[in-house]
């Protein structure tokens, strides 16, 4: 690629970036987050029982899974989902929350400090009202 080519690459670039119609985000679309959170506990009980298989040295990776799962669970609930106000309410509340509590978990304090850490995720995430359409198992 020769000076020319690049400097019409970062030109288009930067038209693209500073350009309206890119910067608007989506409508909410909330059988899409509902179809996320369910995509993303499926995903979560598979690696709950695949950091099982492992053993002890994945006892980590179990209470991050469990976390997600609780976390993803506890945002399914009814008509929450429905609005982004609705949904950043429930998530700010869950936020809040001073404990978080599940069975068969290894380490109390590790799991919610993960279920801190994906509700914050979720959190930005309807702030930006991007990455829900990611629903591959592996992200």
């Not at 492992?54 to 997600?68: F, I, L, N, P």
């Not at 989902?81 to 978990?105: N, S, V």
């Not at 309807?126 to 591959?136: R, S, V």
Request: glycine share 4%.
């Amino acid at each position: 690629m020769n000076v020319p080519d690049l400097r019409i690459c970062r030109n288009a670039l930067e038209r693209t970036m500073n350009d309206p119609a890119n910067t608007k985000s989506a409508a909410w679309d909330g059988t899409l987050v509902k179809t996320w959170l369910e995509r993303r506990l499926a995903a979560a009980k598979l690696d709950q029982a695949m950091a099982d298989r492992r053993g002890y040295e994945a006892q980590d990776d179990y209470d991050k899974a469990a976390a997600e799962e609780w976390a993803c669970r506890a945002l399914q609930a009814p008509d929450c989902t429905a609005d982004q106000a609705g949904f950043a309410k429930r998530l700010k509340d869950l936020i809040a929350q001073e404990d978080y509590t599940a069975t068969g978990i290894y380490d109390d304090i590790r799991f919610q400090r993960h279920v801190r850490s994906q509700l914050r995720k979720i959190a930005k995430m309807a702030k930006a009202n991007e990455g829900f359409e990611k629903t591959l198992r592996y992200q």
